[in-house]
């Protein structure tokens, strides 16, 4: 989830310069040790909103007033299952910290708003540090999933391990009820955005170029995010206000990407009539479908907070004592 390199004035790109260089960087060029250094107070702040909504949930789980008691009701016995409510405060602050992240690098890419008082560079190397925190508050959400079924199957706990790993790391492993596209399109996520976000200090190797085109996948890695989020987060499997503001919070990223595409920094990527566009009409045409694209996404957003049909289930009775299962 790492950005592209900061613009110059004339919008063509440039290897980003960090003020301050130390020993582990070379001269003007950001190193993977060094940012893993500057992630450090982002991290903490990561880990500080985790725990407020490990908290949260372990709390509104106690009071049976989470929709995952409606969902697994199981869940009650907050003390067997804590390593879920750890690992679904690592999801939310995951997808927190990819929304700052994609946010950011629109920001980057397109036209950089006046009221920012962040430097490029500065603003490159925020967006570096919480892509980095980003792959490794995923990865805390997978590893807690899969640690909780181990626990929960301590009387075979090494069979459980295979089975554990399976279950969340390999395509296809988890095969029951909504798991079975829900938990590929997590692990899909985890698994792009790991190379993604770390080609970024190797690009000088493939290219800058190679480089570009494939770090536009990141959009692909946040909507997969987003959709494992909608499609298995018990926090928002019914319909209501909260699972409506998840849909709300992509209309930001929407609009930016349009802008980005609209108004992209590097001029090479203007889109000009076809007759004076350069490269191939068939080029033309896609940048063009690609900008609609967009458009349409914004509308169906915003249809969807207006009308309220955001995809959720429907509340279950208050008296119900059946169980919804998760799986």
Do not use: C
């Amino acid at each position: 989830m790492t950005s592209s390199p900061a613009r110059s004035a004339s919008g063509e790109a440039d290897d980003p310069a960090v003020p301050g260089a130390d020993s582990g960087e070379r001269k003007g060029r950001a190193t993977l040790r060094s940012d893993l250094r500057a992630s450090l107070p982002d991290g903490v702040v990561a880990l500080v909103v985790t725990a407020a909504v490990f908290a949260l949930l372990y709390h509104r789980i106690r009071a049976e007033t989470s929709s995952t008691v409606s969902v697994m009701p199981f869940m009650v016995d907050t003390g067997e299952f804590w390593m879920y409510f750890l690992s679904q405060a690592f999801g939310w602050s995951a997808l927190l910290w990819a929304w700052i992240t994609v946010v950011l690098g629109l920001l980057l890419s397109g036209p950089r708003p006046s009221w920012s008082r962040l430097s490029g560079q500065r603003l490159e190397r925020l967006h570096r540090t919480t892509s980095l925190n980003s792959i490794a508050l995923i990865a805390a959400h997978a590893l807690l999933f899969a640690a909780q079924l181990v626990r929960s199957d301590t009387a075979r706990w090494y069979s459980a391990l295979g089975t554990a790993f399976v279950e969340t790391f390999v395509p296809g492993g988890y095969d029951s009820g909504t798991g079975k596209l829900a938990i590929p399109l997590g692990q899909a996520a985890l698994y792009l955005a790991i190379p993604l976000g770390l080609l970024f200090y190797v690009r000088h190797r493939i290219g800058p170029r190679t480089w570009r085109v494939l770090h536009r996948f990141v959009i692909v890695v946040y909507i997969l995010s987003v959709w494992h989020t909608l499609l298995y987060g018990t926090n928002v499997w019914y319909d209501g206000w909260f699972r409506t503001a998840v849909w709300l919070l992509q209309l930001p990223v929407a609009a930016l990407l349009l802008l980005r595409l609209v108004r992209p920094a590097r001029r090479s990527e203007k889109l000009r009539g076809p007759r004076v566009h350069p490269g191939s009409p068939m080029g033309w045409a896609l940048r063009l479908s690609g900008r609609l694209a967009v458009v349409g996404v914004i509308l169906a957003l915003i249809g969807v907070v207006v009308s309220g049909n955001d995809g959720g289930r429907t509340v279950p009775p208050a008296d119900t004592s059946s169980s919804h299962d998760h799986d």
